[in-house]
């Protein structure tokens, strides 16, 4: 694995692009100690089961790519361990992780996207994105004292529960429109 550590960006990108394209995902470490292989498993099989913060934490790996701190969130990897590994195991088990996080991604924006309204812009709305998750952390967690707790929870768990406040914060907002139109053909 050291070697992609010392490879340019030219390098790294065609490496990428191969691992996008070629290798297949495989979430099992093949390792190797004193002439002996051994496999080595993620903590868990599916993401859904991470905590909140371990998904947070690869997905800041994964957009400052270090290849390392994923798989050290993932497989309790130390930095030794890391460079003696075989890279293209290694870049499949990459692929797996970029495979379910895009599944879910895929959730996500499904079941939480909403689009701001012009009266949100014009609210300010678009300030707020720069807080990134602290917002549903604190929307679910007003207690500055028990948020830690909530960001141990599986991710499962706070997504449910995104996905149902956004819920009802559409039905309400559906039915402040309703009602605001009944008013308007009332006064007619």
Same mark, same amino acid.
């Given at each position: ?52 913060? =371990?998904? /947070?934490?690869?997905?800041? *790996?994964?957009?400052? #790519?270090? &290849?390392?701190?994923? @798989? ?26 970029? =495979?379910? /996080?895009?599944?879910?991604? *895929?959730?996500?924006? #499904?079941? &939480?996207?909403?689009? @701001? ?72």
């Amino acid at each position: 694995m050291f070697e992609y550590v010392k490879f340019n960006a030219e390098e790294r990108e065609f490496v990428d692009d191969v691992i996008k394209n070629y290798i297949k995902a495989n979430p099992i470490l093949r390792q190797r100690k004193y002439f002996r292989r051994f496999n080595r498993k993620p903590k868990v099989k599916d993401f859904w089961d991470l905590s909140w913060e =371990d998904i /947070l934490m690869i997905r800041q *790996a994964f957009k400052t #790519e270090q &290849l390392f701190d994923v @798989l050290e969130i993932l497989y309790g990897l130390t930095e030794k361990e890391f460079m003696k590994l075989e890279m293209l195991n290694v870049f499949a088990c990459y692929k797996w992780v970029t =495979d379910e /996080l895009l599944k879910l991604n *895929a959730a996500e924006e #499904e079941r &939480l996207h909403s689009e @701001l309204s012009s009266e949100e812009i014009n609210a300010g709305a678009e300030e707020l994105q720069e807080y990134g998750y602290y917002n549903s952390l604190k929307a679910m967690c007003p207690d500055l004292l028990k948020q830690n707790d909530y960001l141990k929870l599986p991710y499962s768990i706070i997504f449910r529960d995104m996905a149902h406040s956004k819920l009802i914060s559409d039905i309400n907002k559906k039915y402040q429109e309703n009602a605001a139109r009944k008013n308007r053909v009332n006064r007619s």
